[in-house]
T-cell receptor
């Protein structure tokens, strides 16, 4: 089935460690996004990528890094510079804006807890 | 600044009664409007969207939404609520010419038996 796969579902990290969250899609979508979700704050955009080998910062990019080496993959690294990384992270994809309505398709999320 | 507001943190409704979850927006151009639903520890699921045309759009699971341009609103509705509708609902807007969605803070819907 077509969709977006995020892994791991749950992740625990010690302070000072980097961690990478995986996001893979087989929808042939050009654009991919990473959001952070905290209780009562909705979704905040971390990074997005419209094409391979290109990505842009979202509203809360500090302490995070991404890469887009393949169309299907958009991993997110939470670095030790992120002061409050405990959150639920959501990956999404969409048909490139201009050739679609911008509707996002979401993965099931990854919950990161810093111990 | 472009924004989306969901004025109610929580909506409580009895099973079988109609429900409304409110959304208003302030964006430029002609926006595309969306509703998503999220169950605990899950990703967001698409419910419905308004692009153009009829102001009343129908979506998944019996939900519908009414676009009101003059009031810049896009309220989510369902004629008869189910306990299984209990979840977190997000309104989202893509402003005209913009390639990102702007999300509201979410409204928790609680349907009581």
């Amino acid at each position: 089935d077509g969709g977006i796969t995020q892994s791991p579902k749950y992740l625990f990290r010690k302070e000072g460690q980097n961690v990478t969250l995986s996001c893979e899609q087989n929808l042939n979508h050009d654009a991919m996004y990473w959001y952070r979700q905290d209780p009562g704050q909705g979704l905040r955009l971390i990074y997005y990528s419209q094409i391979v080998n290109d990505f842009q910062k979202g509203d809360i990019a500090e302490g995070y890094s991404v890469s887009r080496e393949k169309k299907e993959s958009f991993p997110l690294t939470v670095t030790s510079a992120q002061k409050n990384p405990t959150a639920f992270y959501l990956c999404a994809s969409s048909i490139m804006a201009g050739s679609g309505t911008g509707e996002l398709f979401f993965g099931e999320g990854s919950r990161l807890t810093v111990l | 600044a472009q924004s989306v507001a969901q004025p109610e943190d929580q909506v409580n409704v009895a099973e079988g009664n109609p429900l409304t979850v409110k959304c208003t927006y302030s964006v430029s151009g002609n926006p595309y409007l969306f509703w998503y639903v999220q169950y605990p520890n899950r990703g967001l699921q698409f419910l419905l969207k308004y692009i153009t045309g009829d102001n009343l759009v129908k979506g998944s699971y019996g939900f519908e939404a009414e676009f009101n341009k003059s009031q810049t609103s896009f309220h989510l509705k369902k004629p008869s609520a189910l306990v299984s509708d209990s979840a977190l609902y997000f309104c989202a807007v893509r402003p005209g010419g913009y390639n990102k969605l702007i999300f509201g803070a979410g409204t928790r819907l609680a349907v009581h038996p």
